[in-house]
């Protein structure tokens, strides 16, 4: 045995607990960078977190202007901030893009140098600035992850910085912040959140050594992650369509902001797989929500790797609420796909690439591309050379999702 679990040092989840969020950043500094972004600045909840942190500490600076999938101009802009009021403890509000963009800067703050100095995983060499994270959406997790998503303009395809001193050290998870989130981000975050969960569950298990978990960061599946991951599963399965159909159901927003935040957990030690890899170059090239991205790939990554993770599926087909009493697990393998593209049709994810202006022949350039993000692919249980990833890629471009990859071998 040798597993492990990351996470933040204190977690806090619940309607109403925002209160605490003064007196935690207080504990843990006194000049403050607050990163958040306009629309948010802009709302009663967030202004008033804002007011009482500054009634808290004796210094506030505020970086408001987080622009989605964290450009490094921003990062920049950020650090700079950071800088003049001479920041010891930062509070991120806001979505993933926000939470990623105060982990780098935290990084930079510690560590000096840029952004490109740590890309790639357990680059960082230590502990960053304290990091509060306070997330406003249910979806990407980033409150509990040792991952942050950056855009490099010299580079075709998003980059990571992946490295467990980035772990914000507290995370505060109140529903309550999320009621304001319009439909199509509830959608969007959402199924992220349950790709991350389904990720994680059927990620490919791989043996390690006692070194392993500190040089490294995602290292397949365990049976931790795999209870965080199906009650995750659980609780998105059955929110995520009420939410995005009234934004005011508090029980469903509490069900996924839980539900987000265990699939965080799960994912920050098993990884994500092909979709997110597979993502990374096309929401580059079409600058569509990265949300939206994984969750269309999803059924079509998972159909490929059937014959390997039949009984996972299986298992996730009861846990979202199916029948299975009397199926085989290809039988409910095949359920759960079924369920999957319906869960996706109803929250209003586009079916094929071709529907985001995907052009085919670019398909074979992106499967190259992501076949180079390994701290990923090698987290997909199915075949993962080129080859596989362009007939992923295939399949989700024409929406047939009974198009079988090949391993070399049978080819």
Request: proline share 7%; hydrophobic share 45%; aromatic share 4%.
């Amino acid at each position: 045995m040798l597993e492990t679990v990351r996470g933040p040092r204190q977690l806090i989840v619940g309607e109403g607990v925002a209160q605490n969020i003064p007196r935690v950043v207080a504990e843990c500094g006194s000049r403050v960078l607050i990163v958040t972004d306009r629309v948010l600045l802009g709302q009663p909840s967030v202004a008033g977190i804002v007011a009482a942190v500054r009634e808290k500490v004796a210094v506030v600076g505020v970086f408001a202007d987080a622009t989605p999938d964290v450009p490094l101009s921003d990062v920049d802009l950020a650090v700079a901030v950071a800088a003049e009021v001479d920041a010891d403890v930062i509070l991120a509000i806001g979505g993933g893009t926000v939470i990623d963009l105060a982990k780098i800067v935290g990084v930079i703050r510690r560590h000096g140098g840029t952004p490109r100095d740590f890309y790639g995983e357990s680059k960082v060499p230590g502990p960053t600035i304290p990091l509060v994270a306070v997330p406003t959406t249910s979806g990407t997790g980033s409150e509990l992850t040792p991952v942050s998503v950056l855009t490099d303009p010299d580079r075709e395809l998003k980059v990571g910085v992946s490295s467990v001193h980035i772990v914000p050290d507290f995370a505060i998870v109140d529903p309550e912040l999320t009621y304001s989130c319009p439909a199509t981000v509830t959608a969007h975050s959402g199924i992220d959140a349950f790709c991350h969960a389904v990720e994680s569950y059927t990620a490919r298990p791989r043996p390690h050594g006692p070194r392993d978990p500190v040089e490294q960061v995602f290292l397949g599946r365990n049976s931790i992650t795999d209870h965080y991951a199906l009650l995750a599963a659980e609780r998105i399965a059955r929110s995520l369509p009420h939410v995005v159909r009234d934004g005011g159901d508090k029980e469903a927003r509490a069900d996924m902001s839980y539900g987000s935040m265990l699939a965080g957990l799960a994912f920050s030690h098993a990884g994500t797989a092909a979709p997110h890899a597979l993502q990374y170059p096309i929401g580059a090239a079409t600058h569509t929500p990265h949300g939206l991205g994984v969750g269309m790939l999803l059924p079509y990554a998972l159909d490929a790797a059937k014959d390997a993770i039949a009984d996972r599926l299986a298992i996730l087909a009861g846990v979202c609420g199916l029948d299975v009493t009397d199926a085989s697990d290809a039988e409910a393998a095949d359920m759960f796909l079924t369920w999957l593209d319906r869960l996706l049709a109803d929250i209003g994810i586009p079916a094929t690439l071709a529907d985001i202006g995907v052009a085919r022949a670019d398909l074979p350039r992106f499967a190259e591309m992501a076949s180079g993000v390994t701290r990923l692919v090698q987290n997909h249980p199915g075949p993962t050379d080129i080859a596989s990833l362009n007939a992923i890629l295939e399949a989700a471009w024409t929406g047939d999702r009974t198009r079988r990859v090949l391993t070399p071998e049978q080819r």
